[in-house]
């Protein structure tokens, strides 16, 4: 089948159109029409070749809201017409350690990207969600409550899951204190679930400008970074601290801000190291960890808390046509909160 579609065709270039044919559906395989597709940085570090080798043609997008179009004789869990959603990966070894017990987003031979990844028959490249339909195995499918709106919900299959994964790992919930570091497209999504799981939330941001979105959005505090007592004032105040800002930050500063056994989570990708001090580490025995994405279950956990409470992203649908603009805007943190594709214009 053809499927329409916007691709990196060249390193450096910029999205165009691209027609190509999907592969065949298997046995165990969901046909998608995609209705929405979000824009993540991530789309845009690995189109724009910073993040290593590109397959072109790139076709970009991991955060995929569509209907079931067509389903495999061995298909048991999706019907035609139901809507679905495709996240980060869409294949894992399923026979390692990580697999077996569940966390396949960690798996010990790599997971499979939706998009610029050899598959894993060695028969060409994964295709992402910057076009009209995608075919992937059932196992890394989800499905989309009733009642969500498919354009703020598409960004929750990427940004959601990344902020869901580690409020539920550390703890999130009544009587916890936690700071989101940084309000963009993960940020908004970190307020929005560590309000819902009951905790009290706090945005910590340099821009003045976000106040009134964060508190909006539920927090219950906010504090400008750029004011120095900050820091002080708030020392040892902290459960969990979510770092989401993809820039060089002096975690030393934020570290201070934890209490006993706190956690810096990193789920940003500054493109510089962190320099650490021991002491900062030491005192109140401190903890700075990492968290990538959650595995198929968790997100359609995720999935199931958002519809219960109606957590969507903030989102500015565009059509195709813009996408290119909307890289550069994304770049200049001119959005809030997230680029969403409206696929019927691929």
């Not at 940004?159 to 993960?186: C, D, F, H, N």
Request: proline share 4%; aromatic share 8%.
């Amino acid at each position: 089948m053809e499927t329409r579609a916007y691709a990196v065709m060249a390193e450096k270039a910029e999205l165009q159109p691209w027609s190509f044919d999907l592969r065949s559906v298997g046995s165990h395989d969901v046909q998608i029409a995609i209705e929405f597709s979000g824009v993540c940085h991530s789309d845009i570090h690995t189109g724009r070749s910073e993040w290593g080798d590109v397959h072109f043609p790139c076709v970009p997008g991991h955060e995929i809201v569509g209907r079931v179009s067509e389903v495999g004789a061995g298909v048991t869990t999706f019907t035609v017409g139901q809507r679905v959603g495709v996240g980060v990966y869409v294949d894992s070894c399923r026979t390692c350690a990580n697999c077996l017990s569940g966390m396949s987003n960690y798996c010990l031979e790599g997971m499979t990207g939706t998009y610029n990844t050899p598959e894993r028959d060695g028969k060409g490249v994964t295709q992402g969600g910057y076009a009209t339909s995608i075919v992937v195995n059932q196992g890394y499918v989800v499905s989309i409550p009733d009642g969500l709106d498919p354009a703020g919900t598409a960004p929750l299959l990427c940004a959601g899951i990344t902020l869901y994964s580690p409020l539920k790992e550390w703890g999130a919930g009544p009587g916890v204190k936690v700071g989101i570091i940084g309000l963009g497209g993960l940020g908004h999504m970190g307020v929005k679930f560590a309000k819902a799981l009951g905790a009290h939330v706090t945005v910590l941001s340099h821009s003045a400008s976000k106040k009134d979105d964060a508190l909006a959005m539920g927090a219950d505090e906010f504090l400008l970074t750029s004011d120095e007592s900050v820091f002080v004032d708030h020392a040892k105040k902290f459960d969990l601290l979510i770092n989401t800002v993809s820039a060089p930050l002096d975690l030393n500063l934020y570290l201070e801000l934890l209490g006993l056994d706190g956690t810096l989570v990193m789920v940003g990708l500054s493109p510089e190291p962190y320099p650490i001090k021991a002491f900062s580490m030491l005192a109140q025995r401190r903890r700075i960890a990492g968290s990538m994405i959650g595995p198929v279950s968790q997100l359609q956990e995720m999935l199931n808390f958002a519809g219960e409470h109606n957590i969507l992203s903030d989102v500015e649908v565009i059509d195709a046509s813009y996408v290119n603009t909307s890289w550069d805007r994304v770049v200049a943190s001119d959005v809030r909160y997230r680029f969403v594709i409206d696929a019927s214009t691929f």
